[in-house]
């Protein structure tokens, strides 16, 4: 493995979300040498109006496109923790699954979910699995992950309290920092694109995509809400 600053792990609560929040940052960053995970919480078995798709069959579907879609970013490893879609519940239990993660991975860098907006902009709700999973990530972040005495039977399994040095929240309204992907703007989009299930063959879905993360100049940008931990 790199040196851990060279390493980010991205937590969401269904296959996709990543791709929404910071897929652009991935294949940018993995360009430059970064070693990229994603960890996701729950099998995103809901996520279907069709008739005769059932939580049965999309489970692996989605899990299938996920892979796909992290292929194309350069994405190094996909981990999912298989929680059932739309029930995700803050637990000691779930907290424990992640900080198990970010102790193997050891990431210098966490990218995760906007766990304090409720109603976004007055016209939207923030699922409640993103706020769970979101909450779950800064949590296991800070303090679990690098306490010691926080799940200590991983460290008697012989795992290592580690310090995340920065936390990115993909946030609605928060941003104080900007990642510049327009030389990866096609690679967020092809990536959103082998999300088949929740997209279809659908290149309006993709020119709203184009254009919602274009700024004035033209140039594509995903903002985060960016936190240095301090030491
Ligand atoms: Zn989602």
């Known amino acids: 493995m790199p040196e851990p600053a060279r390493r980010a792990l991205a937590i969401s609560a269904h296959p996709d979300d990543t791709e929404f929040g910071c897929a652009g940052t991935a294949a940018l960053w993995t360009r430059q040498g970064w070693e990229f995970y994603y960890l996701v919480l729950t099998n995103g078995n809901k996520?279907?109006?069709?008739?005769?798709m059932t939580p049965d069959k999309l489970t692996p579907i989605r899990q299938q496109e996920q892979r796909a879609a992290a292929e194309v970013?350069?994405?190094?490893?996909?981990?999912?923790?298989?929680?059932?879609?739309?029930?995700?519940?803050?637990?000691?239990?779930?907290?424990?699954?992640?900080?198990?993660?970010?102790?193997?991975?050891?990431?210098?860098a966490v990218f995760t979910a906007d766990p304090e907006s409720i109603i976004v902009r007055d016209s939207?709700?923030?699922h409640s699995?993103?706020?769970?999973?979101?909450?779950?990530?800064?949590?296991?972040?800070?303090?679990?992950?690098?306490?010691?005495?926080?799940?200590?039977?991983?460290?008697?399994?012989?795992?290592e309290p580690h310090k995340?040095?920065?936390?990115?929240?993909?946030?609605?309204?928060?941003?104080?920092?900007?990642v510049d992907i327009s030389d990866v703007i096609e690679l967020k989009l092809e990536a959103l694109s082998k999300h088949q299930s929740q997209f279809g063959d659908n290149p309006e879905f993709l020119d709203y995509i184009r254009q919602r993360w274009r700024d004035?100049?033209?140039?594509?940008?995903?903002?985060?809400?960016?936190?240095?931990m301090a030491r």
């Open 129 to 159: 699995d993103h706020r769970c999973a979101g909450l779950v990530a800064i949590d296991a972040v800070y303090p679990a992950a690098r306490d010691r005495w926080n799940f200590h039977e991983q460290i008697e399994e012989g795992l």
């Open 124 to 126: 939207f709700i923030n």
């Open 216 to 228: 004035e100049q033209g140039r594509h940008l995903e903002p985060f809400r960016r936190i240095v």
């Open 47 to 52: 996520g279907s109006d069709d008739p005769n």
């Open 73 to 108: 970013l350069g994405v190094k490893d996909v981990f999912f923790l298989g929680h059932e879609d739309g029930e995700l519940t803050y637990s000691r239990q779930l907290l424990g699954e992640v900080v198990r993660y970010i102790r193997q991975l050891k990431p210098y």
């Open 164 to 178: 995340v040095s920065e936390l990115y929240i993909w946030s609605f309204d928060k941003a104080n920092f900007s």
